[in-house]
């Protein structure tokens, strides 16, 4: 909820409320909305269970928490999970899970709890996950710390509107942070803490979809290399104006993570995934026929 009034507020009080669904998403109901197909259901999956490191990048309203509540459906319910949070949105459903949220300034401008703060603590509550709803600044030098200081499987959001981009970001909020470190350093840190990037991105028609899953591969000189294993081809819109597209596999059929997925007793499942190639959905087949004939 956020209030706002004036003089900031010209034209009066303007109340906002977000209202979350008392029922978490699954990939399940992902699928049938359209948002990805059912091999990049099968690959997320694998994913969150074979504790890779994932960011979810995405623009305002994209569904990025909506996403790292079904991601983090996947985790073994032995495990201890920490989530870090500015108001408090997952829903975990493992029993095992420790719930911390940030605290603003009182009216003397005291006693403000940062994200950072938090991250920094429940580093000290022995953590086997370590999920942050929303990197906003300097906490994400200390989440990339953890992610590669033993707890593998780790998952945070932050706001970007491509995998690239993401990164970008990353390192931006690093510096806030204060750190006098050089870029390739930065971006060496990086690349060995992040896994996987997941892309959502809200469409002009107001569906969402996950248009990348994204593999941080390693540094060559100063750039980062990434590698696509999922992406979606919009073709364009039906008559409604509905988006038409595709997701497919980019025939990567042996990702950086590929022994992760083994010691899970993944590697078959996964290999057979990412060499199922394109699946369209119901509007990008129909679209896709009409061009094919043309």
Avoid: W
């Avoid at 996947?74 to 420790?98: F, G, K, N, W």
């Avoid at 919009?234 to 042996?254: L, P, V, Y």
């Avoid at 083994?262 to 061009?291: C, N, P, Q, S």
Wanted: a negative charge; proline letters at 4%.
């Amino acid at each position: 909820m956020n209030v706002i009034a004036p003089p900031l507020a010209i034209d009066g009080p303007t109340l906002t409320i977000r209202k979350f669904r008392r029922e978490r998403l699954t990939l399940d109901q992902l699928v049938r909305i359209g948002t990805i197909s059912p091999e990049g259901r099968t690959l997320l999956a694998i994913i969150g269970r074979v504790r890779c490191n994932v960011l979810i990048s995405g623009g305002t309203g994209s569904g990025k928490t909506t996403l790292l509540n079904c991601l983090t459906g996947y985790i073994e319910p032995d495990e201890r999970v920490i989530t870090c949070e500015d108001s408090a949105e997952l829903q975990l459903q493992q029993p095992h899970v420790v719930r911390l949220e940030t605290r603003p300034p009182n009216l003397e401008g005291e006693g403000e709890i940062t994200m950072r703060d938090l991250v920094k603590n429940c580093l000290r509550m022995r953590p086997d996950r370590i999920i942050v709803g929303e990197v906003r600044g300097p906490e994400a030098f200390d989440l990339l710390q953890a992610m590669n200081t033993g707890h593998d499987g780790s998952m945070g959001t932050l706001h970007s509107n491509s995998p690239r981009e993401c990164l970008s970001r990353l390192e931006s909020m690093i510096l806030m942070g204060g750190y006098n470190l050089p870029g390739k350093t930065i971006r060496e840190m990086i690349t060995s803490s992040v896994d996987i990037i997941v892309q959502a991105s809200r469409m002009r028609d107001g569906s969402r979809k996950i248009t990348h899953v994204t593999e941080v591969v390693g540094v060559e000189g100063d750039v980062v290399t990434l590698q696509d294993l999922f992406v979606y081809d919009m073709f364009g819109e039906d008559a409604n104006g509905r988006i038409s597209g595709r997701h497919r596999s980019t025939g990567i059929a042996r990702p950086y993570f590929y022994d992760k997925a083994r010691y899970f007793g993944e590697d078959k499942r996964l290999t057979e995934i990412l060499g199922a190639g394109e699946v369209l959905d119901e509007h990008g087949r129909a679209l896709g026929e009409r061009l094919a004939q043309s």
